[in-house]
């Protein structure tokens, strides 16, 4: 009796000790991912996967696409796999190869009635001789057709190493990883430059300079493919936002390369960004390092931000965007708030890497608005945002001279480690002195608005001095009653000009710099605005603001105008602060401009050919105009 209980406890400690884990498709990883996806999806709270649950994992058809699971805190001893899927009837007898870190184990699997009758394939065993993080994973060695080899619902895992072991849990990609730059002068920072380094050239990511305006930056391929493409995105407003009035929206200004457009972006949020040129189509092997340069012009009514790229077949500065977004508070502040952001992207089903940690290394330089540089010598990490979802680490690297950011693997965070200072920063590169600061501030176009001149009642000339056309430039005059930005889209990506009028200009019309546009068939008393746009080899450029100009008629009496018409043209409006007045022969008394409340605000009994209005505030104003005839004419201003 006695003997028959402890065969019975031996039993019962026996099974008690020993452990299974399963490992599914919710907590498997792709490297690479190729075709492969996940399927049967529910939802449920699981962060991990964004809220969903997966049944199998399928697009199973390459033969080097591998399915990678963890296990931490794995023992000395054995490990056993079993494999359970639905195998393709075309692929009965294929080989598939179980791995246990570098050790490896084939399987000859068995077609199924179905994909999704998933049976044992067969059991692979290994031994563990060092304890800890363990990978487990399985791809295809050899396969009958390039269809689909088959599906896969989970491993078991068993054996005596496994006793105390789980599953490492990971985010399904990575979680972004975020940090502020900060050098001794923060302060009226006027450009901010960055290079970036990408250390884990096998994987794909997103690295950026963040900014108040949305990122700038370049994503990697991974698979050894290097960089791709450049982003410059200007935000506008948020994905549940309502649409703002159209004078508000973030508007490029200018693009930089050839083929290079303007286009649009909407997901988290709707604005702006180029499209059509990449910068690192010209290099010869795979780049992992840029330079990017921000700089910015605060205003009252816009802000207004160039990027410029470091080009790597040139080794010089070259434009890659400028735009405006809308100042909503008025504040004339500086880039003192730029940080970095290492992403990678894509929805849970698929982009399933978060077993791999990305490192991309950051130094920087930052130059203030009476020309002085500095280092970035600090970071400041966002370390609030670091949970269990994914590894994330900042430091510096063994050199002092760069601060670098980790994000994704089956790792361990370390604690919070405060403000990051590099202990050996670099001094201000040769790239950022000399004439290479001249390119920081060059278009592919360089032309401004001059004063318009008026010829008829209902005919204006406009003019622009041209300081560069570039290489085959192709010039358009846009304008209308409607207050217009620039090139915009309204949906589908697909381009609207939205100018009521357009009018190709021919290069006749310039003489010594002096382009002189005529516009006909205008209607006096109408506010009129207008832009010009310069595309060439080097890119496309438009007119920093939108100008305005009025033909105002001012008529006696029917008997006294007869072939004697006088008129008034006042500009440009909306204003900055600077209004102008072309009258010809009529005889101005006076001017008086009264506020919105109908206060009197400006009183000019000496007339003159210009107006400042830099000492009223911000808002409509009208302006009433005394002649010597006895008429009097009232102009509705806005002062921006």
């Known amino acids: 009796m006695k003997y028959t209980h402890i065969i019975l406890l031996l039993f019962l400690s026996n099974h008690m000790l020993a452990q299974n884990i399963v490992l599914d498709a919710n907590t498997s990883f792709f ?9 049967g999806e529910t939802t449920v709270n699981n962060v991990y996967n964004n809220n969903k649950h997966y049944e199998r994992i399928g697009e199973w058809k390459k033969v080097n696409d591998t399915i990678v699971w963890g296990i931490k805190d794995v023992q000395l001893g054995e490990i056993n796999v079993e494999l359970f899927a639905g195998i393709s009837t075309n692929e009965n007898n294929s080989v598939v ?42 791809k295809i060695k050899s396969q009958n057709t390039n269809l689909n080899f088959g599906e896969i619902e989970k491993l078991i895992i068993s054996g005596s190493a496994v006793n105390g072991a789980s599953t490492w849990i990971r985010r399904w990609r990575p979680a972004a990883t975020h940090g502020s730059f900060l050098s001794n ?47 410059f995105s200007l935000w506008s407003y948020g994905a549940n936002d309502e649409l703002p009035p159209h004078h508000e929206l973030s508007h490029l200004i200018a693009v930089g390369g050839k083929g290079n457009g303007f286009g649009r972006y909407g997901h988290e949020g709707t604005g702006v960004k180029p499209r059509g040129f990449d910068p690192f189509d010209n290099v010869t092997s795979p780049n992992y390092s840029f330079t990017i340069a921000l700089r910015k012009e605060p205003g009252s009514v816009y802000n207004t931000y160039w990027c410029y790229y470091l080009d790597p077949v040139t080794s010089h500065w070259k434009l890659y965007s400028s735009g405006k977004t809308f100042n909503d508070n008025g504040d004339i502040s500086y880039l003192n708030t730029t940080g970095g952001f290492l992403e990678i992207v894509g929805p849970p089903n698929n982009s399933r890497t978060g077993h791999r940690t990305r490192i991309v290394e950051y130094k920087g330089w930052r130059m203030q608005n009476d020309g002085s540089w500095n280092v970035i010598n600090k970071l400041d990490p966002a370390y609030n945002s670091a949970t269990s979802l994914s590894f994330k680490e900042w430091a510096q690297n063994s ?32 790239f950022l002195q000399g004439s290479y600061v001249d ?42 009653t409607e207050y217009g930005l620039t090139e915009g889209i309204v949906q589908n990506y697909v381009i609207d000009e939205a100018w009521q009028e357009e009018q190709s200009v021919s290069l006749s019309l310039i ?85 919105s409340y109908g206060q009197m605000v400006l009183f000019e009994k000496t007339v003159k050919k210009e107006l400042s209005l830099k000492h009223l505030t911000s808002g409509v104003y009208y302006l009433k105009i005394f002649s010597s005839e006895k008429t009097t004419k009232i102009i509705k201003i806005i002062k921006n």
């Open 185 to 231: 002068n923060n302060i009226n920072t006027e450009i901010s430059v960055y290079k970036l380094n990408i250390l884990s050239t096998e994987f794909d990511s997103y690295q950026v300079m963040t900014t108040e305006f949305g990122y700038i930056g370049s994503s990697n391929r991974g698979g050894s493919l290097g960089l791709t493409g450049l982003n």
């Open 31 to 39: 490297s690479p991912k190729g075709t492969l996806r996940l399927f």
């Open 439 to 480: 390119e920081l501030y060059e278009m592919p176009a360089d032309f401004r608005t001059l004063e318009p001149e008026l010829i008829s009642a209902n005919e204006i000339l406009l003019k622009f001095n041209i300081d560069n056309l570039g290489t085959n430039p192709d010039i358009k005059l846009f304008y209308g």
């Open 97 to 138: 190869t179980i791995f246990l870190d570098n050790q490896e184990q084939d399987l000859v699997v068995n077609s199924t009635i179905s994909l999704q009758d998933f049976q044992s394939q067969g059991i692979a065993s290994f031994n563990v001789d060092i304890a800890g993080t363990h990978e487990v994973k399985i």
């Open 511 to 595: 003489n010594n710099n002096l382009l002189s546009i005529p516009v006909v068939n205008l209607t006096p008393d109408i506010t009129y605005y207008y832009r010009l746009r310069i595309k060439n080899d080097e890119g496309i450029t438009w007119s920093f603001e939108a100008d305005t100009f009025m033909i105002d008629s001012i008529i006696l009496s029917n008997l006294e105008v007869e072939g004697n018409e006088k008129v008034l043209v006042v500009y440009p409006n909306p204003t900055n602060g600077e209004l102008k007045l072309s009258f010809n022969d009529l005889n101005i008394k006076k001017i008086e401009i009264y506020n």
């Open 399 to 430: 050199n002092g001279d760069k601060f670098i950011f980790k994000s994704g693997g089956f790792l361990l965070s370390d604690p919070d480690p405060g403000i990051i200072e590099l202990s050996n920063p670099s001094s201000v590169p040769s």
